[in-house]
């Protein structure tokens, strides 16, 4: 589901303005790290699959802000396990907070994927699968 947004605003704190906007409540819940890296390997591969394929389009976006940049690439910007809902059957259903949406290098988007330390993370196999998956997308795309 894309949220549809009810209203939108700004407001002001000090010299900062933020934005904000309403929505619908998405379906899906969230997955802790310990149930996460539980899961069953065939959905931890369609998990990584439907990752690699939403980062890609992300990274592969013109049309809603256009990169001059061929290394640059618009980012999500905070792609932690924590903004991941995921549906009864486990697998990933939606993708949330796009506050620290940015241009950057694509790769950055991987630094949560890939980190094994915080228990907010998916850990380094899970991130190395997906990495995998989305460079084979990359060099399928520069064949074509």
Known sequence: DIPNVFFSGTFSVGREE?????????DGKKLSKAEFIELDKE???QNAEIIAKF???LHNEKDIFPIRRKDL???HGDFSLNHILF????????????????????KSDFIYLLDDEDDEEFGSSFGEMVLGMYESYKASDKRA
């Open 18 to 26: 933020f934005a904000y906007f309403v929505s619908k409540r998405l």
């Open 43 to 45: 959905t931890l591969f």
């Open 55 to 57: 980062l890609y389009r």
């Open 73 to 75: 690439a618009l980012l």
């Open 87 to 106: 549906n009864d059957e486990n697998a990933v259903c939606g993708i949330l907070d796009f506050a620290d949406c940015r241009v950057g290098k694509p």
